[in-house]
């Protein structure tokens, strides 16, 4: 049977492939990082440097989650985000946050500097730009934050490219890089130093008596002195009831050759919806122009196939097309004040750690996550722990929001149950998916490229939701918490951890 073929992203494409030996002698360690992206990567590789053994594991492949499906931005500019952040987290904060996010754009340089690494590293200025009007006023405010804040920055009439733009900010002099090549690195001096990597060894549970301990789903078991949880979304997730401070949200991009010179610059708008630019060399003088955005939360909106015309659309535009390369898709989390939490998974788990909700700027946010979790495990003094720790509740738009995305995940539990879906299998057609009714019941259906059926439950294993068909990644999402299952039923992206289930057409 022919596999259909998922969208895969050029990071993940023209990088190497690492291989891990997959095995462990020893049943305890005294650190085991569960996920290995840029996150779990950084850590294990800072945590070996110190004398600590390190166990890092995934249960996929290394940096195939969202660090492989980024856009790679290396900057402290995330949007227009401090103008907000001083007036929900007051100056300090704000000022941290710069200050954390600077520091790991300045690490990764150093590093890249340190390990001659060839990963198409690059300065470039950022911009955030708008043409609604609407958004004057916070572009001054922005930039006002700037000068409170010493970032270096400028209010900017036009972009150094041809696109339409009214007003914009720019940070000087932040960066953007191959995030596979570079962390392909870091694997590679982290194994180098005795290391454990295990890939393809998914976690089934977690224990936490004296010592967490990890099951793994191939039946074997690790203990740990410290175990972070660095896999995007925290499986282990009641505890800290982090399925209730976090939402899940997709966005898309299109990489393409133009048939327009590029001038450089990283560019995003201020409104909706999101178009964010980029470009990376490729070989013989070539460039590959990567536009993202047509943020939306999973599992909720309009076709997934759309948003990736509309980013076509709008390459072809401003760009024009030689040829779309490739094509992807990401999930980010959003915690509830804009600000990950990293730090102790809850205040009463001193040995367990968490490291999540980068709201699409984990290249910096997740440097600064390891560098923050390896001087918690080291009792080392970091001036980010507090800005960082998940217990942290003071700010006052928290609350407003937990409301707001509880009440919109209870809307959407209740509106799954009720939608009876209008399809039968008939209706199905190669290479398409919907709910159908079977029976008089509500299943997944999916016929692949030859009209092969692949039926599952809609239930989502998690807490109950009825996921939706996403035609763009041939999956079925969840729109409470944006797990992610894949036409078989299988786990891509958690807080679930068991598959749907599969239900036989006899
Ligand atoms: Fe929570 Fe589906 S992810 S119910």
Redesign the pocket.
């Known amino acids: 049977m022919q596999e259909p073929n998922y969208p895969e992203s050029y990071w993940v494409e023209s990088a190497k492939r690492i291989e891990s030996d997959n095995s462990i002698e020893s049943q305890k360690i005294e650190t085991v990082i569960v996920g290995a992206g840029i996150t779990g990567i950084t850590l294990a590789y800072l945590l070996v440097q110190e004398g600590v053994k390190v166990a890092l594991i995934d249960a996929d492949r290394i940096i195939h989650g969202t660090t492989g499906h980024t856009t790679a931005k290396i900057t402290a500019q995330h949007g227009l985000i401090y103008d907000k952040m001083i007036n929900q987290s007051g100056i300090e904060k704000a000022s941290l946050y710069y200050k954390a996010n600077n520091e790991a754009l300045q690490f990764i340089a150093d590093t890249i500097q340190k390990h001659e690494i060839s990963c198409d590293f690059s300065r470039q200025d950022a911009y955030v730009y708008t043409n609604m009007d609407e958004y004057f006023d916070k572009i001054m405010l922005e930039h006002r934050a700037y000068e409170k804040l010493g970032i270096t920055g400028d209010v900017v009439k036009e972009l150094p490219i041809s696109i339409d733009a009214k007003l914009g900010i720019m940070m000087k002099n932040q960066a953007q890089f191959h995030p596979v090549k570079y962390l392909n690195k870091l694997v590679e001096a982290f194994v180098s130093r005795g290391g454990i990597l295990l890939e393809n060894t998914p976690v089934a549970d977690i224990e936490n008596d004296e010592h967490p301990k990890v099951i793994l789903k191939n039946g074997g078991q690790i203990e740990a002195n410290k175990l972070v949880l660095a896999t995007h979304y925290p499986f282990y997730d009641w505890p800290g009831l982090y399925?209730a401070r976090l939402h899940?949200e997709r966005s898309y991009v299109v990489a393409a050759k133009s048939t327009k010179p590029y001038a450089g610059g990283m560019y995003i708008n201020a409104e909706s919806p999101t178009r964010s630019i980029r470009y990376t060399p490729l070989n013989e003088g070539e460039n590959l122009l990567l536009i993202g955005g047509e943020t939306h939360k999973t599992?909720q909106g309009e076709s997934t196939l759309s948003h990736y015309e509309k980013l076509v659309e709008f390459t072809k535009n401003n760009f024009g097309i030689e040829e779309i390369s490739y094509r992807w898709s990401a999930q980010d989390l959003v915690t509830l004040d804009d600000i990950p939490y990293v730090g102790h998974i809850t205040a009463d788990e001193p040995n367990i750690y968490v490291a999540t909700g980068y709201a699409k700027w984990g290249m910096t946010n997740g440097t600064a996550a390891a560098r923050v979790i390896r001087d918690l495990i080291l009792d080392k003094q970091n001036d980010f722990v507090d800005l960082y720790t998940p217990s942290r509740f003071d700010a006052n738009p928290s609350i407003k929001n937990v409301i707001v995305q509880n009440a919109d995940?209870a809307k959407q539990?209740i509106k799954g149950k009720l939608e009876a879906p209008d399809k039968t299998i008939e209706d199905i057609a190669n290479s398409e998916g919907a709910a159908v009714m079977i029976n008089g019941e509500r299943a997944g259906c999916y016929k692949d490229e030859e009209g092969q059926i692949y039926l599952v439950d809609t239930t989502?294993?998690?807490?109950?939701?009825e996921?939706k068909w996403n035609s763009g990644d041939r999956s079925w999402d969840?729109?409470?918490?944006?797990?992610r299952f894949s036409y078989k039923g299988e786990v891509m992206e958690?807080?679930?951890t068991e598959p749907l289930r599969r239900i036989d057409l006899d």
Not at 460 to 465: E, L, P
Not at 478 to 483: A, D, E, T, V
């Open positions: 399925f899940a599992g995940v539990l989502c294993t998690h807490i109950g939701c996921v969840c729109p409470c918490h944006g797990s958690g807080p679930a």
